[in-house]
């Protein structure tokens, strides 16, 4: 039986029962580590739970830049650039263009690192690859109900997915107009 995609959700990170054996886990500190992790006393498993990373580019195509109109939740009807969750077996880069033509359907040639943005009250790191397209013409996969080209003056700030977009093409534009582009690394973690 096939169920609406609106049906499935992320997992939640606690995990209750080994992935090995079935067995009900216990949440404790081990000996040696340094953070209460999920373990199975049955089997033995130690069940890491990490940040995960997110992957994507910053498309340029002459003096425009490339964003994605979002599909999906969280976020859907905000403009994004196109990056997604990296996946098993990939590298960076690989993920980051896998994701700029399944959300973009854009032909790019990747650049070097440009963004790296912990934001650790979700467990998740960001990273964006500057990318110049090898042409304009786009062809937006499911997950995307528009991909356009925009102008600096064009783009839309108040509806941009999330701060780690506008942080980055805010880096874009200022290191454009200094014709030097530096590979950045900030935190957008929330002061509590």
Known sequence: MSQDPSFYFPAPREQKFCS????????????GDN?????????GAVHYQN????????????????LCLRAIEPRANTWTLPA??????????????????EEAGANIVLGKLYTVIDIPQVDQVHVYFLAEALGPELDPGPETLEARWFG???????????????TTLKHYIHDRSHEHFEMHHYSLAINR
């Open 20 to 31: 090995q054996c079935g067995t009900l886990n216990t949440n404790r500190l081990l000996e």
């Open 35 to 43: 953070r209460k992790r999920d373990v199975c006393e049955h089997c």
């Open 51 to 66: 940040p995960r990373l997110v992957v994507g580019t910053l498309p340029v195509w002459g003096d425009k830049v490339l």
């Open 84 to 101: 997604g969750f990296m996946e098993l077996s990939e590298s960076m880069s690989q993920g980051a263009a896998r994701e700029t033509q």
């Open 152 to 166: 600096f003056d064009e783009i839309p700030w108040d509806n941009l997915a999330f701060r780690s977009v506008s």
